[in-house]
């Protein structure tokens, strides 16, 4: 069994929408005492009420490279993951520096010349399009709901990690969790989705119960959540 410490950030805040999720909670208090956890080193701590969500990130980076552990792993408020998250790092190859869970989120998604729409997909782009075969499969892009990123991932890529990017009317162009993604490719970095497990996201309903039924969706064209989608020319 590996047995590299992990540092955990929840981003949290004194909002409703920064709420710990109960489940949430749950999860963390029994990360000692279940399964292989056991015997990995862990530290965790709440970033609370630091906003934008960007600057939070960024701060949550700074504190885990003044620690000594090897992953980061980011949750967000409204997460909920499976007991056995911290099972991804058993699982991953040591060329895997971005290891994300599959998770569903809601989308914008844009259908020909009418205005975006709310949808449910999951939280990630594969590369080239496709899904691998298998437990795991390379991605391009993914959401950083629940994120682990390996120490040297950090060290490899310049400041700012997260950033929000506008346009020039100030609509967000691209999310702080797709510019670290893009960022880190750029760097030679790999992002990799795991399809067994799984990680539960709460809104008003559980949206892994609408992203059943959206078959096929996932970050790919999604206005607010790509790069430069608001300069597609319509058909």
């Keep these: 069994m590996k047995s590299e410490s992990v540092f955990i950030f929840v981003l949290c805040g004194a909002e409703r929408d920064g709420w710990i999720v109960p489940g949430l909670l749950g999860f963390l208090m029994g ?4 399964g292989p956890t056991v015997r990995r080193e862990i530290s965790l701590e709440l970033m609370y009420n630091v906003r934008p969500v960007d600057a939070a990130r960024n701060a949550i980076a700074k504190k885990f490279l003044a620690s000594e552990c090897e992953w980061l ?9 499976h007991p056995n998250l911290l099972e991804i790092l058993d699982r991953a190859g040591e ?34 399009g496709k899904l691998e075969p298998g437990e795991w499969s390379e991605l391009s892009l993914a959401s950083s709901g629940t994120m682990l990123v390996r120490r040297a991932a950090f060290e490899r890529m310049e400041k ?19 510019f670290f993604c893009r960022k880190a490719r750029e760097a ?17 309903l559980p949206l892994s119960l609408p992203g059943r039924s959206s078959q096929g969706l996932d970050l790919r064209g999604v206005a607010g959540r790509v790069p430069a989608i608001f300069d597609r020319k319509p058909r």
């Design 31 to 34: 990360l000692r005492n279940s």
């Design 73 to 81: 792993c980011m949750i967000d408020n409204d997460m909920l993951p």
């Design 95 to 128: 060329h895997m520096d971005i290891l994300v869970p599959k998770f569903y989120v809601t989308l914008n998604v844009l259908r020909g010349q009418s205005a975006p729409q709310l949808d449910v997909g999951i939280g990630w782009q594969p590369m080239n």
């Design 160 to 178: 700012p990690f997260f950033r929000f990017v506008y346009d020039e009317e100030g609509r967000v162009q691209e999310c702080e969790d797709l």
């Design 188 to 204: 030679g970095l790999s992002i990799w989705g795991n399809q067994s497990i799984y990680v539960e996201h709460f809104k008003t």
